[in-house]
């Protein structure tokens, strides 16, 4: 049977270990490291299609990329690291609509969706009909971030 001040000691959390608190450390100074550099948000259901253009932009090394598979966890990202450009897939579009500040690329071949999520907007929005290559997207993010952008 234990005493109170056994059980009292096993409410509270183990100490880290020396390696687990210099993980810590190291992931932090890697989040602080990237802070300065601007975001780039991927928002995709698919695996294949998130890993694809998060890899495609992930080609730019000033360029912090952060991915997300639900449009509740590309809002939560955004609040926590404002991005200056969005990459969302035809099925994860609102998220482009949640954000009319920050520049985006819609990878949708529906022109009504499109349409529906430009209302409103205060930054450019970039569309890609069909499939793209990498470098394209590269590309066209490159623009928006510089401040420019071309018709998609």
Do not use: I, K
């Amino acid at each position: 049977m234990h005493s109170e001040s056994d059980r009292g000691r096993g409410d509270q959390p183990p100490a880290p270990s020396s390696l687990v608190a210099l993980e810590v450390a190291l992931l932090r100074s890697d989040e602080h490291a990237a802070s300065d550099a601007p975001v780039a948000l991927v928002v995709a259901s698919d695996d294949d299609e998130r890993a694809y253009v998060a890899d495609a932009l992930r080609q730019r090394a000033d360029l912090f990329v952060v991915a997300a598979t639900t449009v509740a966890e590309a809002l939560e990202a955004a609040v926590r690291r404002a991005p200056r450009v969005v990459v969302a897939t035809h099925e994860m579009g609102v998220v482009v609509r949640h954000l009319p500040a920050v520049a985006a690329v819609l990878l949708s071949d529906d022109a009504w969706l499109a349409s529906a999520v430009n209302v409103g907007r205060l930054a450019p929005l970039v569309v890609f009909r069909g499939a793209f290559q990498g470098a394209e997207l590269l590309e066209v993010v490159t623009a928006l971030l510089d401040g420019g952008h071309r018709a998609g």
